[in-house]
């Protein structure tokens, strides 16, 4: 069984920075994307980005420029580094493994999601 838990959600000011991280178990996690997604209030879970099993990484236009997705596979840990936060990064942020052949950016792509972390944005 492969369980996700991430940390280092909080509260942050505006134009402020938070670093995610997310814990994987399971000894093939290089061979898998990691992608985050967040989710806030009323919404939908929204692809933000994924690191790729090359070490490529995509990011959703929301966060291009802003966000940086990194991973360290000797501790099956991949980072979001938040910069320049925003009130509308305000979510629940999750992270999950890509299902076996699959690399994209959609919720139904992935198999196995974080309990998520809550991060909050003030203006």
């Known amino acids: 069984q492969v369980q996700l838990v991430e940390s280092g959600g909080g509260l942050v000011q505006g134009g402020g920075s938070l670093r995610l991280s997310c814990v994987a178990s399971?000894?093939?996690?290089?061979?898998?994307?990691l992608g985050w997604f967040r989710q806030a209030p009323g919404n939908d879970r929204r692809f933000v980005g994924i690191s790729w099993s090359s070490g490529r990484a995509l990011y959703a236009d929301s966060v291009k420029g802003r966000f940086i997705i990194s991973r360290d596979n000797a501790k099956n840990t991949v980072y979001l580094q938040m910069n320049s936060l925003k009130p509308e990064d305000t979510a629940v942020y999750y992270c999950a493994r890509t299902r076996p052949g699959y690399s994209g950016m959609f919720p139904e792509e992935y198999d196995y999601w974080g309990q998520g972390t809550q991060v909050t944005v003030s203006s």
């Open positions: 399971g000894r093939t996690f290089s061979s898998y994307g």
